[in-house]
Nanobody, 117 residues
Protein backbone atom coordinates (compact mmCIF):
# COMPACT_ATOMS: atom_id res chain seq x y z
CA UNK A 1 0.00 0.00 0.00
CA UNK A 2 2.76 2.45 0.93
CA UNK A 3 6.16 2.68 -0.72
CA UNK A 4 9.01 4.74 0.71
CA UNK A 5 11.92 6.06 -1.35
CA UNK A 6 14.94 7.56 0.39
CA UNK A 7 17.49 9.99 -0.96
CA UNK A 8 20.18 12.37 0.22
CA UNK A 9 22.84 10.08 1.60
CA UNK A 10 26.49 10.34 0.71
CA UNK A 11 30.01 11.08 1.87
CA UNK A 12 30.60 14.16 4.00
CA UNK A 13 33.46 15.58 6.05
CA UNK A 14 33.20 15.72 9.84
CA UNK A 15 31.32 18.86 10.80
CA UNK A 16 29.40 18.86 7.55
CA UNK A 17 25.70 18.57 6.85
CA UNK A 18 23.32 16.38 4.90
CA UNK A 19 19.58 16.29 4.46
CA UNK A 20 17.85 12.98 3.97
CA UNK A 21 14.40 12.76 2.47
CA UNK A 22 11.80 10.02 2.46
CA UNK A 23 9.04 10.27 -0.13
CA UNK A 24 5.94 8.15 0.32
CA UNK A 25 3.46 6.95 -2.25
CA UNK A 26 0.16 5.28 -1.51
CA UNK A 27 -2.41 5.81 1.20
CA UNK A 28 -0.75 6.90 4.44
CA UNK A 29 -2.82 6.27 7.58
CA UNK A 30 -4.07 9.50 9.13
CA UNK A 31 -2.57 8.67 12.52
CA UNK A 32 1.05 7.76 12.09
CA UNK A 33 4.63 8.06 13.18
CA UNK A 34 7.38 8.87 10.70
CA UNK A 35 10.88 8.03 11.77
CA UNK A 36 14.51 7.61 10.87
CA UNK A 37 16.59 4.67 12.03
CA UNK A 38 20.21 3.79 11.48
CA UNK A 39 22.25 0.62 11.56
CA UNK A 40 25.97 -0.07 11.73
CA UNK A 41 27.50 -3.54 11.25
CA UNK A 42 27.58 -5.34 14.58
CA UNK A 43 24.88 -3.18 16.15
CA UNK A 44 21.11 -3.33 16.26
CA UNK A 45 19.09 -0.84 14.32
CA UNK A 46 18.36 2.18 16.47
CA UNK A 47 15.81 4.96 16.35
CA UNK A 48 17.40 8.29 15.49
CA UNK A 49 14.38 10.58 15.34
CA UNK A 50 10.64 10.40 14.89
CA UNK A 51 7.69 12.72 14.44
CA UNK A 52 4.03 11.87 14.91
CA UNK A 53 1.03 13.16 12.99
CA UNK A 54 0.49 15.43 16.01
CA UNK A 55 4.03 16.82 15.45
CA UNK A 56 5.49 15.33 18.60
CA UNK A 57 9.19 14.68 18.05
CA UNK A 58 11.71 12.41 19.71
CA UNK A 59 15.47 12.14 19.28
CA UNK A 60 18.10 9.79 20.53
CA UNK A 61 20.45 11.56 22.93
CA UNK A 62 23.47 11.37 20.66
CA UNK A 63 21.86 13.54 17.96
CA UNK A 64 19.94 16.06 20.05
CA UNK A 65 20.82 19.58 19.01
CA UNK A 66 22.38 18.40 15.75
CA UNK A 67 19.59 16.63 13.85
CA UNK A 68 16.10 17.85 13.05
CA UNK A 69 13.20 15.78 11.77
CA UNK A 70 10.36 17.42 9.88
CA UNK A 71 7.43 16.42 7.71
CA UNK A 72 5.56 17.91 4.78
CA UNK A 73 2.16 16.26 4.63
CA UNK A 74 1.22 17.97 1.36
CA UNK A 75 4.19 16.32 -0.34
CA UNK A 76 3.91 13.05 1.62
CA UNK A 77 7.58 13.50 2.43
CA UNK A 78 9.62 13.76 5.59
CA UNK A 79 13.21 14.77 6.21
CA UNK A 80 16.17 14.45 8.48
CA UNK A 81 18.45 17.49 8.58
CA UNK A 82 21.83 16.43 9.92
CA UNK A 83 24.33 19.05 11.04
CA UNK A 84 27.71 18.89 12.76
CA UNK A 85 28.13 15.34 11.56
CA UNK A 86 30.55 13.06 13.35
CA UNK A 87 32.28 9.86 12.20
CA UNK A 88 30.11 7.91 14.64
CA UNK A 89 27.05 9.00 12.65
CA UNK A 90 28.23 6.77 9.81
CA UNK A 91 25.53 4.19 9.16
CA UNK A 92 22.82 3.07 6.80
CA UNK A 93 19.78 5.22 7.48
CA UNK A 94 16.27 3.88 7.02
CA UNK A 95 12.98 5.72 7.01
CA UNK A 96 9.79 4.24 8.39
CA UNK A 97 6.10 5.02 8.59
CA UNK A 98 3.95 3.28 11.18
CA UNK A 99 0.17 3.66 11.13
CA UNK A 100 -1.89 3.54 14.30
CA UNK A 101 -3.64 1.56 15.53
CA UNK A 102 -2.37 -1.45 13.61
CA UNK A 103 -2.57 0.37 10.27
CA UNK A 104 0.68 -0.75 8.71
CA UNK A 105 4.45 -0.64 9.07
CA UNK A 106 6.53 0.45 6.10
CA UNK A 107 10.28 0.78 5.60
CA UNK A 108 12.50 2.44 3.05
CA UNK A 109 15.40 0.64 1.41
CA UNK A 110 18.11 2.54 3.27
CA UNK A 111 20.67 5.14 2.28
CA UNK A 112 24.35 5.17 3.23
CA UNK A 113 25.73 8.10 5.20
CA UNK A 114 29.49 8.16 5.61
CA UNK A 115 31.24 10.81 7.70
CA UNK A 116 34.97 10.70 7.12
CA UNK A 117 37.94 12.91 6.43
Amino acid sequence: QVQLVESGGGLVQPGGSLRLSCAATGSIPSFNTMGWYRQTPGKQRELVASVTSALITTYTDSVKGRFTISRDNAKSTFYLEMNSLKPEDTAVYYCRITGWPGRGDYWGQGTQVTVSS
